[in-house]
């Protein structure tokens, strides 16, 4: 973990409600895909926890929906303004057990984590497959880069209105693939967990005090013990995962 | 340069400030950001004799100026603590710790001390009669004054070490509890632990947080524990350690004037987890600024 001053490079909206902020400062505590950085924002207390969508060594790009107050100030930041943040937050995606054709899953804003990770991925000469699912058309963002990277890309509609009609896990059934890496809504993760044939590591959500293990804020039950979603996670195996509803 | 240490309860801190119980785990997550051997001491995760998981989630809201927690204890208990939790601690931090205790009857609170009691690296135990997120113990024991001097008589009776009873300011009348626990034999008290609030979200009219009710704590609760911390420095022999929103050097001189002969450092660190480094490197400055020689000589010291 790192606390660092970043200086907005660009912030632009991708659909109605979510915006890519990409800013310039120093990444170097940022380990793994799927970590998440925590922001400090005028006039609120606890600061604001963003997964990270890419990094290297002098940029971090982030994709967040307006959700909050935290949000709607980051979607009015324009280019040049600083922004206090820690970064290398959370454990991130463990890309050892991908196997050769590995797919990601993500739902709505839990996409852009993804990101890096596919990134990684096929750096490793892996086959990657990406199944974007969304309510609608208009709130679709990141197929195209994806299919830049190199990825097959597959996206979802809730209401049928692009790509296959259906749930991520509508595409899940029909594809071959060593193993999953999700990010989105409970529901699609628990959906995930029961469609899915090979094993798999999703991320979770908590509403988070500090967001680096000291307060126990973010506390859940797993099979493996208490963890914290901010410290041991916010990546859980499949095999490690306990539902409580 | 000014002179910052302070005696606390025979103790002697190099500087008063002491990160809050809660808010700085068993230390060793911090000491992968700085040298926490630059603190005054900290008090460490609320321990109990049983583990415990504490309340579902969500467990945080978000409020101006602050933040309403309702973890409910969640620690590995005692004997876990022993084992594992304070090695680790010994490997970054050279100095007395504070082992804060809570409990869910009189004897949950003297086992749990008595066991602590007996650690090398314990040199206070502060003694919690005051959470609010746990239902049926904690807080009853601080609301009454003779249920608070019950604890401490029990906890002074199995133990060698300074007993610092950590009081609740969700009561009508703090002077009488924190005087019946200094008649009861306590070393010192400690206040103030977080004010009882509650949020609710506008969307779907349920409370933020899953207990519905929660520790307000942050910035907005300093004006009430400066007054909390004056009315009952002024009424007992006994030192006093201040805590409630402090978040700046400026915070702790405030609160030493008010009568605090150490000040304790909360939620702040949840928001910048090097918060008491920067308040121990700005004193000296702030010291100068307002002319005081030894913070030892401020203390309780409002005209």
């Excluded at chain 1, 208490?226 to 996670?233: A, L, P």
């Excluded at chain 2, 602590?116 to 959470?131: F, I, R, Y």
Aim: aromatic share 8%; charged share 20%; net charge negative.
């Amino acid at each position: 973990m790192k606390q660092s001053i970043f200086s907005i490079l660009s912030n632009e909206a991708l659909t109605d409600s979510v915006y890519k902020m990409v800013l310039g400062g120093d990444t170097s505590a940022i380990t793994a895909p799927g970590q998440f950085v925590n922001i400090l924002l005028d006039g609120l207390y606890l600061r604001r926890p963003i997964s990270v969508c890419d990094y290297d060594e002098s940029t971090l790009t982030l994709v967040y929906k307006v959700v909050g107050k935290g949000t709607e100030q980051m979607s009015r930041k324009t280019a040049g303004e600083k922004l206090d943040i820690l970064t290398g937050l959370g454990n991130g995606y463990d890309m050892t057990l991908s196997g050769d054709r590995p797919v990601l899953l993500g739902g709505g804003v839990g996409v852009p984590p993804l990101y890096n990770l596919a990134k990684k991925l096929l750096a490793q000469g892996k086959l990657v497959s990406v199944i974007l699912g969304f309510n609608t058309k208009s709130e679709i963002f990141y197929e195209e880069e994806f299919q830049k990277l190199g990825c097959a890309v597959t996206v979802t509609t809730v209401d049928g209105s692009y790509g296959t009609q259906g749930f991520v896990t509508t595409a899940l059934e029909a594809m071959e693939y060593t193993y999953f890496y999700t990010c989105g809504p409970e529901p699609m993760l628990k959906a995930i967990y029961k469609t899915s044939n090979t094993s798999g590591q999703m991320s979770f959500e908590e509403r988070m005090g500090c967001g680096f293990g000291a307060c126990m804020g973010c506390s859940c039950k797993t099979l493996t013990g208490n963890k914290r979603i901010c410290k041991e996670g916010p990546v859980m195996k499949k095999e490690e995962i306990l539902w409580e509803s | 340069m000014g002179k910052l240490n302070v005696n606390l309860c025979g103790i002697e801190l190099s500087n008063p400030v002491i990160p809050a119980s809660g808010t700085f785990g068993y230390g060793y997550e911090f000491a992968e950001l700085y040298d926490i051997n630059e603190l005054g001491t900290f008090s460490f995760k609320g321990t109990t004799k049983d583990p415990r998981f504490g309340n579902p989630t969500p467990r945080i809201a978000e409020c101006t100026a602050g933040m309403i927690n309702a973890v409910g204890l969640q620690n590995p208990g005692v004997e876990k603590v022993i084992s594992e939790e304070l090695p680790k601690l010994k490997a970054c931090f050279h100095k007395p710790v504070m082992a804060n205790v809570s409990g869910f009857s009189v004897e949950d609170y003297a086992y749990t001390c008595e066991k602590l009691d007996k650690e090398e690296q314990v040199g206070w135990l502060e003694v919690n009669v005051s959470c609010p997120n746990v239902h049926g113990g904690g807080m009853s024991f601080g609301t009454q004054p003779e249920a608070a001097a019950e604890v401490t008589r029990a906890v002074k009776a199995v133990t060698t070490k300074p007993v610092i009873i950590k009081l609740s300011p969700n009561v009508t009348d703090i002077v009488s509890i924190a005087k019946a626990c200094e008649d009861a034999g306590a070393d010192g008290i400690s206040l103030i632990n977080t004010l009882l609030g509650m949020r609710i979200n506008l969307r779907t009219r349920k409370p933020v947080i899953a207990n519905k009710m929660g520790g307000f704590s942050g910035s907005a609760i300093f004006p009430v524990a400066v007054r909390m911390v004056y009315q009952v420095a002024n009424a007992v022999k006994i030192p006093v350690v201040g805590m409630g929103g402090v978040s700046s050097a400026e915070d702790v001189i405030e609160m030493m004037i008010a009568g605090a002969t150490a000040v304790e450092v909360g939620a702040a660190n949840l928001v910048n987890p090097y918060i008491c480094r920067d308040i121990i490197r700005d004193l000296p400055e702030v010291m100068a600024q307002y002319h005081i020689n030894s913070l030892e000589e401020i203390i309780g010291g409002v005209k």
